[in-house]
């Protein structure tokens, strides 16, 4: 199956510093989805891309489509401790609608 | 707007026993899926359905089967339990219309097989 490679695996930070992950694949893709999961929930839909170096913010979240459309990164500004959970990314091919997972970047964010 | 429901949210189950998860959207959302998701492995999916009636098989269909007779129910049946089927269990809706498109997922249910 198809890999994305996401990292940092976790994350340890102090409130109010910015936070920066990536995911990348050796294959291209035509979407890319940003999802945060808190203990005991579903993953919860952050922010969706859909064209090669479009830029998306949700408040203190901004995420990026790579220009080689084989990477996103999401970005989170002024850590707070509701950042606490794990954030996944996930890729559509074209002509699928199937989509492929990261596995993860858990972060703690310490008061 | 209730969305995308899953139930139970807890079960636990012997090995040997059939057991049925519950999956309903309200968007009607074309695609719905199936994944299990556990330490180290992230979330693998188990099956995906494009329509009422069309389903196929994704990473780890193994010991699984599903069904869809309604858009907006798709039931996941273990149909003779393991351990190794011990797992948190997402449903997940695509509206279908693209790529590109998005995805939603439940809330989950918690499996344990003694």
């Known amino acids: 199956g198809q890999q994305l490679n996401q990292s940092p695996q976790s994350m340890f930070i102090q409130e109010g510093e910015d936070v920066s992950m990536n995911c990348t694949s050796s294959?291209?893709?035509?979407?890319w989805l940003w999802y945060k999961q808190d203990p005991g929930e579903g993953p919860v839909l952050l922010i969706a891309?859909?064209?090669?170096?479009e830029l998306t913010s949700n408040g203190r979240l901004t995420a990026q489509f790579g220009i080689t459309r084989k990477d996103s990164f999401l970005n989170i500004s002024a850590s707070i401790p509701s950042d606490v959970g794990i954030y996944f990314c996930?890729?559509?091919?074209?002509?699928?609608?199937?989509?492929?997972f990261g596995s993860g970047t858990k972060l703690n964010v310490k008061p | 707007d209730a969305g995308i429901t899953q139930s139970p949210r807890y079960k636990i189950t012997e090995t040997g026993r059939q057991v049925t998860l519950m999956c309903h959207q309200t968007w009607s959302h074309s695609y719905m899926f199936w994944y299990r998701q556990d330490l180290g492995h992230g979330l693998r999916l188990i099956y995906y359905s494009a329509a009422a009636d069309i389903t196929d098989k994704g990473e780890v269909p193994d010991g699984y089967v599903v069904s869809r007779s309604k858009t907006e129910n798709f039931p996941l049946t273990l149909e003779s339990a393991t351990r190794s089927q011990t797992s948190v269990y997402f449903c997940?809706?695509?509206?279908?219309?693209?790529?590109?498109?998005?995805?939603?997922f439940g809330p989950g249910t918690r499996l344990t097989v003694l």
């Open positions: 891309l859909y064209k090669a170096g």
């Open positions: 996930a890729g559509q091919l074209m002509n699928f609608n199937k989509f492929y």
């Open positions: 294959s291209i893709f035509n979407t």
């Open positions: 997940a809706s695509s509206p279908g219309l693209g790529p590109p498109d998005t995805q939603y």
